[in-house]
Structures are given as structure tokens and as C-alpha cells.
């Protein structure tokens, strides 16, 4: 089993900056990627960014993509989401998620894990 916890969600204006950290424990020899996913109310979960444990893969959907960077600390075990230029489209609870083998990248479903979710809310 792996155990992820997020942090570093908030509240902040229009055009601000936000870093969510994502801590993995336990079998993190398993991990293959981790991602970021939000979903905001009333709607359905969707894929924010991923990464390769290895860091050679990376992987943005098109609405955050040039505003939001993922990165990771093997040695910490830990994903970051770098928030900037936030909209309050930006609004949701984030999750972070890890898969054990490669697939779709973008899928909720291929992913194994999931943390307990951090809001962000973004003000106009």
C-alpha cells in the first residue's frame, strides 16, 4: 500500500500562486507516476498533471499547461504542483494519485492510490 498526504492548498487572489505538496509512504518502490487531479463542485474529476517517478515523463492538461509545473523529490518522496497565474476556474479540491504501471496518463481509473485532497479556492 502507499499513503499519500497533500498539502499546501488555500485561499489566494486572482493571479496569485499556489505550491501543493504531495508526501508518498510506504511501498513507494512501487510507484511508477504520480498525478495531480482537482475536481470542483458539481463537477466530474479531472487530470491536472503527471509525472514519471523516473522525472523523464511529463504530462499537463491543456488548461493549465505553461501556468502550472509538477516536479518531484525522489529523495523525499514527495510531488509538488506549482500553481501560478491561478483563475478561479482554478477552484477545486485537488488530489494527488499514483499508479503502479504505465497506462493512460490521464485516467482516474489507472490510478491506485489517492490522497485525501487539498482545497484551493481562488477569489475573483
Known amino acids: 500500500q502507499v499513503q499519500l498526504v497533500e498539502s499546501g492548498g488555500g485561499l489566494v487572489q486572482a493571479g496569485g500562486s499556489l505550491r501543493l505538496s504531495c508526501a508518498a509512504s510506504g511501498r513507494t518502490f512501487s510507484i511508477h507516476a504520480m498525478g495531480w487531479f482537482r475536481q470542483a463542485p458539481g463537477k466530474e474529476r479531472e487530470f491536472v498533471a503527471a509525472?514519471?517517478?523516473?522525472?523523464?515523463?511529463?504530462y499537463y492538461a491543456d488548461s493549465v499547461k505553461g501556468r502550472f509545473t509538477i516536479s518531484r523529490d525522489n529523495a523525499k518522496n514527495t510531488v509538488y504542483l506549482q500553481m501560478g497565474g491561478l483563475t478561479p476556474e482554478d477552484t477545486a479540491v485537488y488530489y494527488c494519485?499514483?499508479?503502479?504501471?504505465?497506462?493512460?496518463?490521464?485516467?482516474?481509473?489507472?490510478?491506485?492510490?489517492w490522497g485525501q485532497g487539498t482545497r484551493v479556492t481562488v477569489s475573483s
Open positions: 509525472i514519471s517517478w523516473s522525472g523523464n515523463s511529463i
Open positions: 494519485a499514483a499508479r503502479r504501471f504505465r497506462g493512460t496518463y490521464y485516467s482516474t481509473d489507472e490510478y491506485h492510490y
